[in-house]
């Protein structure tokens, strides 16, 4: 059984920067891919960026550029490092996994990945 554990979460003002973690334990091999998704009061919860095996990284076009997604070498954790935030980013962020690859026709569909964390909150202010 695989656990996420997010952390990182704050406030800050626009433009700002925050770097999400997010812990992984236990049989990592389901993991294939790990993606961070958010969820905003209201609104559906929305991929933001994800990253397989092979390293590959895909973004929400409203990220690119200003996010990035990462892993450690033993894959036991999972980074996105946010940049020049908007109050639109506010949301809560959720860290997720599935053993099947991600695909860029796929990867931003939530309902695929199985393993979820608990989230962490981000707040930014105008």
């Known amino acids: 059984q695989v656990q996420l554990v997010e952390s990182g979460g704050g406030s800050v003002q626009a433009g700002g920067s925050l770097r999400l973690s997010c812990a992984v334990s236990?049989?990592?091999?389901?993991?294939?891919?790990m993606a961070w998704f958010r969820q905003a009061p209201g609104r559906e919860r929305e991929a933001v960026a994800a990253?397989?095996?092979?390293?590959?990284?895909y973004y929400a076009d409203t990220v690119k550029g200003r996010f990035t997604i990462s892993q450690d070498n033993a894959k036991t954790t999972i980074y996105l490092q946010m940049n020049g935030l908007k109050p639109e980013d506010s949301a809560m962020y959720y860290c997720?996994?599935?053993?099947?690859?991600?695909?860029?026709?796929?990867?931003?569909?939530?309902?695929?990945?199985?393993?979820w964390g608990q989230g962490t909150q981000v707040t930014v202010s105008s």
């Open positions: 997720a996994a599935r053993r099947r690859a991600c695909l860029k026709e796929n990867y931003a569909d939530a309902g695929q990945y199985q393993i």
């Open positions: 236990g049989n990592i091999r389901s993991t294939d891919c």
């Open positions: 990253v397989d095996s092979y390293r590959d990284t």
